[in-house]
């Protein structure tokens, strides 16, 4: 029986389970599984190689209608997300998708989408063969444990924001969690077992398929407190704590890891597991920016929250030089201000450097108001201006606060997109900053963090020279909120107790240095990738960020936002915290289950996740 055909079977009927069935049929189905069982036992036992649908182990039409009785129903074949281009690219299914490819929700709630559309000579979307549409933590054992039992490639995703495209594995059993996103809201919160251990604290609890932009609705819009999460509004909870997590306002309250204090996860061997600082605390620390993917699938999250500064603010506009030697100028004068004025709790987010000799600011900042903001930009603004046969100003300087509670508050679609789809909560918007992102197709892509003692006076002029022959090649974003170097002492010693690589609390900022281009998922109708010009554009990046580990050669890389070809991925994403995770990864999955790219434990897979390239430890047969 083909998967469509299983598929249709089950939809004809919700709850099919084994039971369901005539007691011949019922008969028939345990013989088939006995067999395939069998079978998958003696594969299982060298756990060489994962099943594929081509196998003649891949499970049974009766094995997945056993899943689909097991989950209600809720098993989906997966489409492409442009599978309909695909069938009849002048119809209407098609002209629906299109028109919605740039809206992350609507890529969010489709089985196979991905937020970015791929990565040049690395990965392209392609969906698994299945997905259980996880309503609860009973669903997601019910997923782990058949995946499990039966040998299949597991895929975990919540939004599918993964840039290295963790969450798209073909021929594998996806586990979709994108429907669980209740968020609850906690006034003294204490951890499960931490009763003499730790006081109560307010907190927020969100399932694994909430978005950011649902905590910070209910948590600052509604509650009128914050918590410390992600900056795009329509990235998942879960992923982003796992990854460490850095928001606009990181420099003042730390990672998303950092203020993680329980988690539900259900491990390779079928357990939901409470973990916390009091419960299989060394797999609580490793969640805690140990890399989505690798460890469980996270079913629910519980963050401090933190009284709400009154006012949350931004420095905004574009600065372009005349000439190389005034933009060496304009670089030099800013970060002079930056290192007196911007290194701090309060200013977060980022400033763009150019190749056109063009300086953007997009800064935000917390706690300061309005006179206070243009006390600390008036001078540069001042010292720009006095100058025109230097520099031109392309877009508008200023600054400015506002009240914080309606920071997330819808505002316009010169700030926030509203999701335009019938039904959709009024809350859930995006950012105007981050439309290119959503679907884009990477050529290349770079991270590295700056440590804080080039913002020295005596090194300050090989961060500018370094910038600007960075910038010849391509351009460059420092986001200041994604360095932790002049955060509080609180937040970095409570991201130090995290499995982030430490080099991250001595960085003023993580440079990166990106280029891509529009959507371009399989199947949707566009011109075909210039790949020529592809190549070149990632072989820039590399250049110029070559430019850059001239002044800082050990730097680190942060896991979410990095180089897919990384050969020192483990050092550069987790620094000395590698070994301890190994340990913990062969601890709660010695055999793998959960396997992503360049993901602890990964160098001991193919690239597909299908292949194990070393022995299996002894002792694991």
């Known amino acids: 029986m083909r998967r469509r055909d299983v598929l249709k079977a089950a939809a004809a009927c919700p709850l099919l389970s084994a039971w369901a069935l005539s007691s011949g049929a019922r008969a028939a189905a345990a013989a088939a599984e006995t067999a395939g069982g069998a079978r998958s036992l003696r594969h299982a036992a060298a756990r060489r190689r994962r099943v594929r649908p081509s196998d003649p182990d891949w499970p049974s039409a009766a094995g997945w209608q056993s899943l689909a009785g097991a989950v209600g129903g809720r098993l989906l074949a997966v489409p492409a997300l442009c599978g309909p281009c695909v069938e009849r690219a002048d119809g209407p299914a098609c002209r629906d998708v299109i028109s919605q490819i740039g809206n992350p929700f609507y890529i969010g709630d489709q089985p196979g989408g991905t937020q970015v559309s791929g990565w040049l000579d690395a990965w392209t979307p392609a969906p698994s063969a299945y997905a259980v549409k996880a309503a609860g933590t009973a669903d997601v054992v019910a997923a782990v444990n058949f995946a499990r039992e039966r040998n299949l490639r597991l895929a975990v995703k919540g939004t599918g924001h993964s840039y290295q495209g963790t969450s798209s594995a073909p021929d594998s059993l996806l586990v979709w969690t994108r429907a669980m996103n209740k968020v609850t809201l906690h006034e003294a919160f204490v951890p499960r077992g931490c009763d003499s251990k730790a006081d109560p604290v307010p907190a927020v609890t969100a399932e694994a398929g909430a978005m950011w932009i649902d905590l910070y609705h209910a948590v600052t819009s509604v509650a009128g407190r914050y918590v410390q999460g992600g900056g795009c509004a329509s990235v998942g909870v879960a992923g982003l704590v796992q990854s460490g997590g850095f928001g606009s306002f990181s420099k003042g309250f730390g990672t998303a890891a950092a203020g993680l204090l329980e988690a539900e996860v259900v491990t390779a061997d079928g357990r939901a597991r409470t973990v916390n600082a009091c419960s299989d605390t060394d797999l609580f620390w490793a969640l805690k920016g140990g890399g989505g993917g690798s460890w469980g699938v996270v079913t629910r999250l519980t963050l401090r929250t933190h009284e709400l500064p009154e006012f949350f603010g931004a420095a905004w506009g574009e600065i372009k030089a005349h000439s190389d030697e005034a933009f060496g100028r304009l670089l030099t004068r800013f970060f002079e201000l930056y290192a007196v004025s911007l290194f701090n709790p309060h200013w977060g987010e980022q400033v763009a450097v150019g190749g056109d000799n063009t300086l953007k600011l997009s800064m935000v900042s917390q706690g300061v108001d ?239 996740g299908f292949m194990r390239l070393v022995p299996v430890p002894e002792g694991r047969l």
Do not use: C
């Open 370 to 608: 309005k006179a206070q903001a243009h006390a600390v930009w008036a001078p540069f603004f001042d010292w720009v201006t006095a100058s025109p046969r230097d520099f031109t100003i392309t877009a508008e300087l200023g600054s400015g606060a506002r009240a914080a509670r309606g920071w997330w508050d819808p505002g316009g679609k010169d700030r926030m997109i509203q999701d335009p789809r019938t039904g959709a909560p009024a809350h859930h918007a995006w950012w105007t900053g981050d439309q290119e992102q959503v679907g884009a197709f990477f050529h290349g892509y770079d991270s590295l963090w700056l440590p804080a003692t080039l913002l020295h006076r005596q090194a300050r002029q090989r961060l500018v020279e370094a910038l600007f022959a960075g910038s010849r090649h391509k351009g460059i974003e420092l986001h200041f909120n994604k360095g932790l170097a002049g955060a509080p002492r609180h937040a970095i010693t409570a991201t130090l107790d995290t499995a982030t690589n430490p080099a991250v609390t001595g960085a003023f900022a993580l440079a990166i240095v990106a280029g891509g281009e529009g959507p371009a998922y399989p199947g949707l109708p566009r011109p075909a990738i210039d790949l020529d010009a592809a190549r070149a554009d990632a072989r820039a990046i590399d250049r110029a960020t070559a430019a850059l580990r001239h002044i800082a050669p050990e730097a680190g890389s942060y896991v979410s936002e990095s180089n897919y070809f990384n050969t020192s991925w483990q050092r550069a994403f987790w620094g000395a915290h590698y070994p301890r995770l190994r340990a913990i990864k062969r601890k709660y999955d010695p055999d793998a289950l959960f396997i992503v790219h360049h993901g602890v434990g990964s160098e001991d897979w193919s690239a597909d």
